[in-house]
């Protein structure tokens, strides 16, 4: 069994800056990528950003310049500064994690989500 917890949503106005966290926990024998998606009603989720083990990272267009993803392995916890933020950046926050138990095959875990809005 692994717990992924999202923190650090809220609400900020536009132009503004929030951290996002998430941590996995259980029996966990090694996470790869870790990553973060976001979501509004009616549309798909979609990727905001994603970092692998060794600190590769990948980014949507639309967080480039603004988003910096960072992870912390000794913890396996991933972290998403946003800065610049936008009302369209407004969405529920999912946290992703491929992660690998004693089996040694890979399973991918969701966190419950975390709000973020951004007023104008």
């Known amino acids: 069994q692994v717990r992924v917890v999202e923190s650090g949503g809220g609400s900020v106005q536009a132009g503004g800056s929030l951290r996002l966290s998430c941590a996995a926990s259980?029996?966990?024998?090694?996470?790869?990528?870790m990553g973060w998606y976001r979501q509004t009603p009616g549309k798909q989720r979609e990727l905001v950003a994603t970092?692998?083990?060794?600190?590769?990272?990948n980014y949507a267009d639309s967080a480039k310049g603004r988003f910096t993803i960072s992870r912390d392995n000794a913890k396996n916890t991933v972290y998403l500064q946003m800065s610049t933020l936008k009302p369209e950046d407004t969405a529920v926050y999912y946290c992703?994690?491929?992660?690998?138990?004693?089996?040694?095959?890979?399973?991918?875990?969701w966190g419950q989500g975390t709000q973020v809005t951004v007023s104008s």
């Open positions: 970092i692998t083990s060794g600190g590769s990272t």
């Open positions: 259980g029996s966990i024998f090694s996470i790869n990528t």
């Open positions: 992703n994690v491929k992660w690998r138990g004693s089996s040694r095959f890979d399973y991918y875990s």
